[in-house]
């Protein structure tokens, strides 16, 4: 891990780093030794570089003494997080030995990582089963403006068949069809009326502000956590879908 202080030479920006944003570094450097080794790394081993048992008296020390106890900490603290990650995985026959995982080999630059990093935070088991491949893959590819399109398609598509509406309609006059105040096939009538109101509002508004853009022209969504926020209001919008089927008798 000598090579560490190369690229974070100064010590206080090291300690200020995060686990993952030095885990972001450390599986850069190991990336570049598996291609001059065997691809094996041992905790132990790359701190011993940093900080050998020996006495070597023509050999600088990369960082100051008196730090390290906190590096040290740093360090594991980054190895743990690549761990946690499935980054580094047990290598074969183990002997505390681990190697790159196949997802890790994937992550080449800065952007893959902080794509990795932005998948982990959209759990596959968290999305509605209608749209939890199509959407999570594409998000996992880095194609956000794909994924939040699917997740809108897919309210689309379910509010047509728990309705039972046809082809004919779509995007924002499906949901205004669909959840018409007054005799909508998914409208609440319990509700009270701004309720009624505010419901079919929000499926319209929904689906005309992120599907119906989507499916007329290129939009270029290149913002992850906008993406994100898109899925979760379509995940949201499909669950309200599913508890008006079931009262309608139309849940598959």
Request: aromatic fraction near 8%; glycine fraction near 8%; charge should be neutral.
């Amino acid at each position: 891990m000598v090579e560490l202080s190369n690229i974070i030479p100064d010590v206080q920006v090291l300690l200020r780093l995060t686990a993952e944003e030095l885990a972001a570094t450390m599986l850069s450097l190991f990336r570049e030794r598996e291609k001059h080794s065997q691809g094996r790394f041992q905790l132990n081993t790359l701190l011993h570089e940093l900080w050998p048992h020996y006495q070597d008296p023509n050999r600088k020390h990369t960082y100051p003494r008196q730090y390290e106890s906190e590096i040290t900490l740093a360090i594991a603290e980054g190895w743990a997080w690549l761990q946690v990650q499935g980054l580094l995985v047990p290598a074969e026959g183990s002997g505390g030995f681990y190697r790159l995982s196949r997802r890790a080999r994937t992550i080449a630059t800065k952007v893959d990582f902080t794509n990795f990093k932005l998948g982990r935070l959209l759990p596959k088991e968290m999305l509605h089963p209608k749209i939890a491949d199509l959407v999570w893959e594409a998000f996992m590819r880095g194609e956000f403006d794909g994924a939040a399109f699917q997740a809108m398609k897919g309210v689309e598509v379910a509010v047509r068949t728990a309705a039972g509406l046809g082809a004919e309609l779509i995007g924002v006059k499906l949901m205004r069809k669909a959840f018409a105040p007054e005799d909508g096939p998914l409208t609440d009538m319990m509700a009270e009326a701004g309720e009624r109101q505010g419901r079919v509002d929000l499926f319209a508004g929904a689906i005309g502000s992120y599907k119906n853009p989507h499916s007329h022209r290129d939009v270029n969504l290149d913002d992850p956590y906008e993406a994100l926020e898109i899925v979760f209001l379509a995940n949201h919008l499909l669950r309200i879908v599913d508890a008006r089927a079931k009262a309608r008798g139309t849940q598959p």
